[in-house]
């Protein structure tokens, strides 16, 4: 018998949020205005993960409520299937799970650039919104979580 016990599943939603080009304006203009622009993180590009100021926070900024918001309910909707399952399992669910968003930043890689192969220990889901992605782009990779070996 084969027991596939850790599996990875991948949300996938086509939302737009109503504030997507003010949020995409509003990236590009801090962007414009770092004096780093390349290499930075793990890849080639630019990203506000690292930095101790407002920008690595950006769960906290008003701007960024929709967005907040869109994840939210994303988050909810894959927990809610989650539980449907569970539920048919037998397993004890908790129907009201609280859910909030423990860290929010941006990341810009330019022509031919990347991100490298990462994770994100620690965190129950992770999410990616893409702001912009220009015709010919690559692709995202997922790899097996459980391969990395620290």
């Known amino acids: 018998m084969i ?19 003010n949020i995409h ?3 590009l203009g801090l962007y414009n205005q770092s004096p780093v622009k390349d290499g930075n993180f ?3 590009g630019f990203t506000t993960h690292f930095y101790d100021d407002w920008t690595s926070n950006l769960e906290e900024i ?10 939210l ?10 539980l449907v399952k569970q539920a048919h399992l037998g397993c ?4 009201n799970p609280q859910l909030r968003i423990r860290k929010m930043w941006f990341n810009i890689n330019p022509t031919h650039g990347y991100q ?6 620690g965190f129950l889901l992770a999410g990616t919104y893409y702001v912009s992605v ?3 782009s690559g692709r995202i990779e997922f790899t097996n979580p459980n391969s990395f070996a620290y």
Request: hydrophobic share 30%; net charge negative.
């Open 3 to 21: 027991i596939n016990a850790f599996s990875t599943e991948i949300w996938q939603s086509h939302d737009k949020l109503p504030e997507h080009d």
């Open 25 to 27: 304006s509003w990236i």
């Open 42 to 44: 793990y890849g080639t």
């Open 62 to 71: 008003e701007e960024f409520q929709g967005l907040k918001n869109l994840i």
């Open 73 to 82: 309910r994303n988050a909810h909707e894959y927990v809610a299937q989650q």
């Open 92 to 95: 004890p669910i908790n129907t």
């Open 116 to 121: 490298g192969r990462h994770h994100h220990a």
């Open 134 to 136: 220009p015709e010919h």
